[in-house]
């Protein structure tokens, strides 16, 4: 009787340890919700922007970032991408305007749309976004890939985002704290 009820205890115990970090894991990806401003001197330059915030909401399983862009007072644009972080779902997002490096004359091809899918690692620590989307050039259309990683400081004031692109040969790097 006593071994039984020692087993049921023990089972208790590991069942109540086993929701509590159940209950972390789901809690952690919130950490990178709020607003972000980025640390210019720190980042891969955005030109011909001078500003970039950006916010990040997370509801459940899907998370909307919305990038706000100004280049001096009176130009400012707005960029929503929003992610089911399944690491299956392909999210389409519409794209107004390619407003990444826009400067170089390559515009949003194909659909007008990026195609998304995203998922959190190390524990909701980092969240990855892999996107597809046609960019309009003057030879015509050509697809691109974007590999990204946002990843969240210990401390939860810094978040790094690293981007990958199919059409550059180096990484991207910029540096967002809490604004």
């Not at 399983?61 to 130009?75: F, I, K, N, Q, Y």
Request: glycine share 8%.
């Amino acid at each position: 009787m006593k071994l039984r009820l020692l087993c049921l205890s023990c089972v208790s115990l590991g069942l109540a340890l086993g929701a509590g970090l159940t209950l972390r894991a789901a809690d952690a990806p919130a950490g990178l919700a709020g607003a972000w401003k980025l640390d210019v001197a720190r980042s891969t330059p955005i030109r011909p922007w001078d500003v970039l915030t950006m916010t990040v909401a997370v509801t459940g399983d899907s998370v909307v970032l919305t990038r706000h862009l100004a280049w001096g007072a009176d130009r400012k644009v707005e960029d929503t991408t929003t992610v089911k972080t399944d690491g299956k779902t392909s999210t389409a997002n519409p794209v107004g305007y390619w407003l990444d490096t826009w400067y170089t004359n390559v515009y949003i091809g194909g659909d007008h749309q990026k195609h998304v899918t995203a998922e959190w690692l190390d524990g909701g620590r980092v969240l990855k976004l892999e996107t597809t989307l046609q960019l309009e050039a003057q030879q015509g259309d050509h697809p691109v890939h974007i590999y990204d990683e946002y990843r969240l400081s210990a401390d939860g004031r810094t978040l790094k985002l690293y981007e990958l692109r199919s059409t550059r040969d180096e990484p991207l790097v910029y540096t967002f704290t809490r604004a």
